[in-house]
Nanobody, 119 residues
Framework: QVQLVESGGGLVQAGGSLRLSCAASGRTFSVATMAWFRQAPGKEREFVAALDWGSSSTNYADSVKGRFTIARDNAKNTIYLQMNSLKPEDTAVYYC????????????WGQGTQVTVSS
């Protein structure tokens, strides 16, 4: 099992920045990909960004490209989501996820952290 704990959410004005963190514990050696998803009120959960643990390659949703950056700290088994130029439409609960393969469904999820961007 892998446990994921997010932190760093909050309230920020449009144009501002926030950094989310996701600390992984447990069988972290089994993780191949870690990612961020988000879910706004009344909407489906959507993909935001992913990082391949072996190659360090990254992938982003078109809506956040150029504004968000996913990064990791191997020593701390932690990934980050640096969010710049935030917009009100970025308001959502942000979830950290991990999977044991480089493709396919995500096996582990965090509890989520709220990000609210005011206009």
């Amino acid at each position: 099992q892998v446990q994921l704990v997010e932190s760093g959410g909050g309230l920020v004005q449009a144009g501002g920045s926030l950094r989310l963190s996701c600390a992984a514990s447990g069988r972290t050696f089994s993780v191949a990909t870690m990612a961020w998803f988000r879910q706004a009120p009344g909407k489906e959960r959507e993909f935001v960004a992913a990082l391949d643990w072996g190659s360090s390659s990254t992938n982003y949703a078109d809506s956040v490209k150029g504004r968000f950056t996913i990064a990791r700290d191997n020593a701390k088994n932690t990934i980050y989501l640096q969010m710049n130029s935030l917009k009100p439409e970025d308001t959502a609960v942000y979830y950290c996820a991990a999977r044991r393969t480089i493709i396919g469904k995500y096996d582990y999820w965090g509890q989520g952290t709220q990000v609210t961007v005011s206009s």
